[in-house]
């Protein structure tokens, strides 16, 4: 079932991409900068990296922001181990950091062909040049953000479970599966036993119908009625 965390993860948890939605922008917006070369250049993505890492050096609040980020991920990561933590944390964070810089970056490609590049460095344009490059950041991270963030951490939740063994918490609670249910009734006979008996619901009702009394709704029942099954035998103490 958890295969569905791998390509289903954005439609069984739509509210977690809002937090990527929010976080890619924001750190885009702290890392501005423009390349000085041709956009249809090979070494676009060379001067970029150059330039991300130049406004991490003179902007240290969107250090900051990495560190706190990359930080939450290690203290995220299902384990006992410290080194597990720091190693799984720190990849799954440096993901999303890969995607906020193609976004960003994206995003600034696309400022540049609404604008001009003959206009884009040009000072009497400046307030219309930031104008855009902002909306461009918070529509192609925003957009980006919401769907590739949701994909980085199902793949993620799907790599743990599956290969390492952890986050199954984590990993079934974001497929809101309703059907699987158990629990355990308890029986105290006269003669003092105690019978412990797990229970297993497979399939759960999706249609109730209400229980009226005095013309009035008390309560819901399954429609289809509740059919319980013994998961393994008794166990008698």
């Given at each position: 079932m958890d295969w569905a965390n791998l390509y289903g993860f954005i439609f069984?948890?739509?509210?977690?991409?809002?937090?990527?939605?929010?976080?890619?922008?924001?750190?885009?917006?702290?890392?501005?900068?423009?390349?000085?070369?041709?956009?249809?250049d090979n070494s676009f993505w060379t001067e970029a990296a150059k330039v991300t890492v130049n406004r991490f050096i003179e902007e240290p609040l969107a250090l900051i922001v990495v560190v706190l980020?990359?930080?939450?991920?290690?203290?995220?990561?299902?384990?006992n181990s410290t080194i597990y933590r720091r190693i799984a944390g720190t990849i799954h964070g440096l993901t999303h950091l890969g995607a906020i810089f193609v976004l960003g970056w994206l995003g600034y490609l696309l400022?540049?062909?609404?604008?001009?590049?003959?206009?884009?460095?040009?000072?009497?344009?400046?307030?219309?040049?930031?104008?855009?490059?902002?909306?461009?950041?918070?529509?192609?991270?925003?957009?980006?953000?919401?769907?590739v963030g949701s994909i980085i951490m199902g793949v993620y939740l799907f790599v743990s479970l599956h290969i390492f063994g952890r986050h199954d918490n984590e990993a079934f609670s974001a497929l809101k599966i309703e059907d699987y249910k158990n629990f355990v009734r308890l029986h105290i006979g006269k003669d003092g036993k105690l019978s412990i008996y797990p229970?297993?619901?497979?399939?759960?009702?999706?249609?109730?119908?209400?229980?009226e009394v005095d013309k009035k709704i008390v309560s819901y029942q399954p429609k289809g009625g509740i059919k319980p099954e013994l998961i393994e035998k008794p166990i008698i103490i």
């Amino acid at each position: 079932m958890d295969w569905a965390n791998l390509y289903g993860f954005i439609f069984r948890s739509p509210t977690f991409g809002i937090l990527t939605a929010v976080l890619y922008p924001l750190l885009a917006l702290l890392i501005r900068g423009e390349v000085n070369v041709n956009v249809n250049d090979n070494s676009f993505w060379t001067e970029a990296a150059k330039v991300t890492v130049n406004r991490f050096i003179e902007e240290p609040l969107a250090l900051i922001v990495v560190v706190l980020m990359l930080m939450g991920l290690v203290f995220f990561t299902d384990s006992n181990s410290t080194i597990y933590r720091r190693i799984a944390g720190t990849i799954h964070g440096l993901t999303h950091l890969g995607a906020i810089f193609v976004l960003g970056w994206l995003g600034y490609l696309l400022s540049v062909q609404i604008v001009g590049p003959e206009n884009y460095t040009n000072p009497a344009y400046l307030t219309y040049v930031n104008l855009v490059w902002f909306g461009c950041i918070l529509l192609v991270c925003g957009i980006g953000g919401y769907i590739v963030g949701s994909i980085i951490m199902g793949v993620y939740l799907f790599v743990s479970l599956h290969i390492f063994g952890r986050h199954d918490n984590e990993a079934f609670s974001a497929l809101k599966i309703e059907d699987y249910k158990n629990f355990v009734r308890l029986h105290i006979g006269k003669d003092g036993k105690l019978s412990i008996y797990p229970l297993k619901i497979e399939k759960v009702e999706r249609e109730w119908i209400p229980v009226e009394v005095d013309k009035k709704i008390v309560s819901y029942q399954p429609k289809g009625g509740i059919k319980p099954e013994l998961i393994e035998k008794p166990i008698i103490i």
